[in-house]
């Protein structure tokens, strides 16, 4: 695609008048872990020949940041599971400083301990890394196929390396709701920023969501019993409401897609490892870009189906948990990255 008609487009400004700056990329709809919350053990994954190439997701994110794009993450599935990845995020760090403010990634954390190096070399400055417990096994109940020693080889790793390191837990009822503090202790302890997410009802799992579902104002009220949490107006460009913590000095972020709806303030599209274009996680309207952009070498095709995919973007989300209801959303997480 040339890159005059990617810089004649114009920003992508949604009719609600939300500019969207923050594009999370699936690389890959594949895991070496299969998280109970996530994943069903025995989950049926995209046929390789329909995955995008590697060079096809550069086409396409590159002309995302031409149309004001700041922020792009990458996701999966496992994003390190993915072969040649470094290839990808090396292509895209030449737009690093000229339109792309950050890249970074989410990861498991399992293949930290070998590529933690070459991410800070590339120019990746902070990545977000999955971690529901301390208990190695309750971390292989947890995650079925994953190495805590392993993970925590990847952040210690990925520490001295210099990346800046944020732990998402996801809040589990009877799972990891009795060491969420811990959790918090540890992270801040290692001067790592910690956020707590709500199990969200996206796709078929082995067991019932309403048994794993924790409320985060639950969560809220028992830490401060024991923490002394002040609201703090930082903003990491994501959904995540922060608070400060007096006895640890670190920060705590909270994403709350369940008890309180952060839509009005999205700034966010994802694409995943097919080109398909989702305009909303919690909504099951998506657009397909691999036609578009396979269509021609030039860019015009990709960026009008982008526009119209645009117009449809959603005011919001229509998530509830409820045990006799079907998945809000049918497609699982590690297909759109969360
Ligand atoms: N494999 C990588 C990882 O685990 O970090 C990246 C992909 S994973 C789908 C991204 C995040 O989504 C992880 O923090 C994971 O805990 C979270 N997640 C997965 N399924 C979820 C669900 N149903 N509700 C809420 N969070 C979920
Ligand atoms: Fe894999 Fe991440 Fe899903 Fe766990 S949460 S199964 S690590 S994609």
Request: glycine letters at 8%; aromatic letters at 6%; one cysteine or more.
């Amino acid at each position: 695609m040339s890159e005059l008609e990617d810089e004649l487009a114009p920003p992508l400004i949604d009719r609600f008048g939300r500019a969207i700056t923050y594009l999370r990329v699936s690389v890959t709809d594949r895991c070496d872990f299969r998280c109970t919350y996530c994943m069903a053990e025995d989950m049926t994954f995209v046929p390789r020949k329909e995955l995008l190439a590697l060079e096809e997701i550069d086409r396409l994110a590159s002309a995302f940041i031409a149309r004001g794009v700041r922020k792009v993450r990458l996701t999966g599935g496992e994003p390190l599971v993915r072969r040649n990845i470094l290839w990808l995020i090396e292509a895209l760090s030449r737009h690093l400083g000229d339109g792309l403010e950050e890249l970074t990634l989410t990861t498991n954390g399992s293949q930290l301990y070998r590529f933690a190096d070459a991410l800070a070399d590339l120019g990746i400055k902070r990545i977000n890394v999955s971690l529901d417990t301390l208990d190695a096994a309750k971390f292989r109940v947890l995650t079925r196929w994953g190495d805590f020693d392993q993970v925590m080889r990847g952040i210690d790793a990925a520490d001295r390396a210099g990346l800046k390191i944020k732990i998402n837990t996801v809040a589990l009822r009877d799972m990891n709701e009795d060491e969420l503090e811990d959790l918090l202790r540890w992270a801040h302890g290692r001067g790592f920023d910690l956020t707590l997410i709500e199990t969200m009802p996206l796709g078929e799992i082995d067991t019932d969501r309403t048994d794993q579902y924790l409320p985060l104002s639950l969560v809220h009220s028992r830490l401060s019993q024991h923490l002394t949490l002040t609201d703090i107006p930082h903003r990491s460009g994501g959904p995540a409401r922060y608070m400060q913590v007096a006895e640890t000095g670190g920060r705590l972020g909270l994403i709350t897609p369940m008890t309180h709806n952060f839509c009005e303030s999205c700034n966010r599209v994802r694409v995943t490892c097919t080109g398909t274009l989702y305009m909303c996680l919690g909504q099951d309207d998506a657009a397909d870009l691999r036609a578009p952009l396979r269509a021609s070498t030039s860019g015009a095709p990709l960026h009008a189906a982008i526009d119209e995919a645009m117009a449809r973007k959603p005011k919001g989300h229509d998530f509830i948990i409820d045990r006799d209801a079907r998945p809000a959303i049918s497609r699982h997480m590690s297909a759109t990255g969360g």
